[in-house]
């Protein structure tokens, strides 16, 4: 019980005090990630997915409930950010909402490999 005890003041530090660097090397650490799985064979690719219950649950209003990338405005139903005027496009069925500094992946998205690949899996 001891760890469990010491993890939740070290979750306390980063989320209080540390949060000025804990939330921007979080993102860098996604971005990375996505990078790296870019180059894994889509072959073990597997999904999860996590269920939960809110305490504090509000239904979503009508319309889209994606934000943009950029600026975190809402997206209007054409899938385009009402605040910079972005639009986000769909590749293979999927929808790439990404950060500029990303967008090389849908623009080096493989469709022959994708194929290849079980629909399960993408």
Request: charged residues 20%; aromatic residues 12%.
């Amino acid at each position: 019980m001891l760890w469990s005890a010491d993890a939740g003041k070290v979750e306390e530090i980063f989320l209080t005090k540390l949060r000025w660097v804990a939330l921007p090397l979080s993102a860098r650490l996604a971005k990375l990630l996505i990078r790296y799985d870019q180059y894994q064979d889509r072959s073990t690719d597997s999904f999860i997915s996590y269920l939960c219950t809110s305490k504090n649950y509000v239904a979503a209003g009508s319309g889209n409930y994606l934000v943009c990338a950029q600026c975190r405005e809402q997206l209007s139903d054409a899938n385009v950010c009402g605040g910079c005027g972005k639009e986000y496009s769909y590749t293979d069925g999927m929808l790439f909402l990404l950060p500029e500094e990303l967008k090389d992946l849908q623009q080096g998205y493989n469709y022959e490999l994708s194929l290849q690949t079980p629909k399960e899996h993408l």
